[in-house]
T-cell receptor, first 115, second 111 residues
Framework: EAGVTQSPTHLIKTRGQQATLRCSPI?????VYWYQQALGLGLQFLLW???????NRGNFPPRFSGRQFPNYSSELNVNALELEDSALYLC??????????????FGDGTRLSIL | QKEVEQNSGPLSVPEGAIASLNCTYS??????FFWYRQYSGKSPELIMF????GDKEDGRFTAQLNKASQYVSLLIRDSQPSDSATYLC???????????FGQGTILTVHP
């Protein structure tokens, strides 16, 4: 069974540009989560999508946004990139959370570097 | 007070010993508790989850949960050098979806 897949693996941008990160969940998983892992800050929750809807959002500015498609894949968009956005962006997926607490499984991440 | 705190590391144990990793959380409404292992440069890998008070065993790993004390731990028996990694404790409340992570404990198992 394929795990969570993310693309691209690495992304290099300059300040002010926009970045798009992509995620495909494990087959059968309907919930997708995005996390940021920056040096020294640990894993921080960004967004949760389920059935195409944004269900929860972490303490990040509005220039971090995303969406979930009908096939449950997801995009994370970061506008007006700043140097501090340099981090590993991790996508996770889980079974439908409405049926109870479900473990989240992570992809390999996209490393975003801002020059 | 941090939402999720893990015992400060790094933790170093000899091969074959028991490694004990601890975690406390502040939100009494927390419902689910997870342990992830993260090797350097890699993504977190789920190794254990526990929802109810008590112990849960899976191979060499045992997770322990005490909701009254807001405490969760992970024991690794017969530690191997391949267990050397950062161990992340995470908690969640179902309706929020998100995982809240501790800062991680670096474990080194030396031969």
């Amino acid at each position: 069974e394929a795990g969570v897949t993310q693309s691209p693996t690495h992304l290099i941008k300059t300040r002010g540009q926009q970045a798009t990160l992509r995620c495909s969940p494990i087959s059968g998983h309907t919930s997708v989560y995005w996390y940021q892992q920056a040096l020294g800050l640990g894993l921080q929750f960004l967004l949760w999508y389920d059935e195409g809807e944004e269900r929860n959002r972490g303490n990040f500015p509005p220039r971090f946004s995303g969406r979930q498609f009908p096939n449950y894949s997801s995009e994370l968009n970061v506008n007006a990139l700043e140097l501090e956005d340099s981090a590993l962006y991790l996508c996770a997926s889980s079974l439908e959370i409405g049926t109870g607490n479900q473990p989240q499984h992570f992809g390999d991440g996209t490393r975003l570097s801002i020059l | 007070q941090k939402e999720v705190e893990q015992n400060s590391g790094p933790l170093s144990v000899p091969e074959g010993a028991i490694a004990s990793l601890n975690c406390t959380y502040s939100d009494r409404g927390s419902q689910s508790f997870f342990w992830y292992r993260q090797y350097s440069g890699k993504s977190p890998e789920l190794i254990m989850f526990i929802y109810s008070n008590g112990d849960k065993e899976d191979g060499r790993f045992t997770a322990q949960l005490n909701k009254a004390s807001q405490y969760v731990s992970l024991l690794i028996r017969d530690s191997q050098p391949s267990d050397s990694a950062t161990y992340l404790c995470a908690v969640s409340i179902t309706s929020y979806g998100k995982l809240t992570f501790g800062q991680g404990t670096i474990l080194t198992v030396h031969p």
